[in-house]
């Protein structure tokens, strides 16, 4: 999501930013304009389903077991993202402190023209770094999208989506 928010950023304000690094991203995720209506339904149906906090107790062993069932990190890498959206009452009880409606479907996603057309209003050097092990398989992405940027470069690494967290090294 980072490297997304990144490139959109650079795209719409471009005098404020002077580089770009988008790991495992290669601009916004797309969908045809057929999906309209089907977006937009889905977008409503689950923010409705998450409009109230509910308060519950979070055992954080088993919030790493069912993220790394979902996705592809080392359960070391899930705690320690999931201890960041946790806070602790006087009791010690662990709360989800994040708002849910943030795991929500988004309500629009963009036609892949008009991506394209954000994407050339991006004037600095962007980096793109996919990771050889990720569902988002920017090796074959990039290619595709590479004509959409002034000064863009792709760099593959060895790791998951999470690829900053599980080879530091060589992503710094």
């Known amino acids: 999501l980072g490297g997304i928010l990144a490139s959109l950023f650079a795209a719409l304000f471009p005098e404020k930013v002077t580089a770009v690094i988008s790991i495992d991203a290669c601009g916004p995720l797309t969908e045809t304009e ?3 209506a089907a977006q937009m339904r889905d977008a409503i149906m ?3 389903a998450k409009s109230r906090n ?3 107790i979070v055992d954080l062993d088993d ?4 993220r790394c069932k979902v996705s592809d990190i080392p359960a070391e890498h899930a705690r320690s993202i999931l201890s960041r959206n946790l ?3 006087a009791g010690g009880h662990c709360f989800w402190s994040s708002d849910p409606k943030l795991r929500t479907k988004s309500t629009l996603r963009l036609t892949e023209k008009q991506a394209e057309s954000l994407m050339r209003a991006i004037v600095c050097p962007i980096l793109f ?5 990720s569902f988002k398989n920017l090796e074959t992405v990039f290619p595709n999208r590479k004509g959409w940027f002034l000064n863009a470069q792709y760099e593959q690494l060895v790791g998951g989506h999470h ?3 599980e ?3 060589d992503v710094g």
């Open 54 to 56: 509910k308060l519950r």
């Open 129 to 133: 770094i996919g990771a050889s092990n």
């Open 34 to 36: 057929e999906t309209t």
């Open 46 to 48: 689950s923010r409705h």
């Open 87 to 89: 806070t602790q009452d």
């Open 167 to 169: 080879n530091t090294d």
């Open 63 to 66: 919030a790493v077991k069912a």
């Open 163 to 165: 690829i900053h967290m």
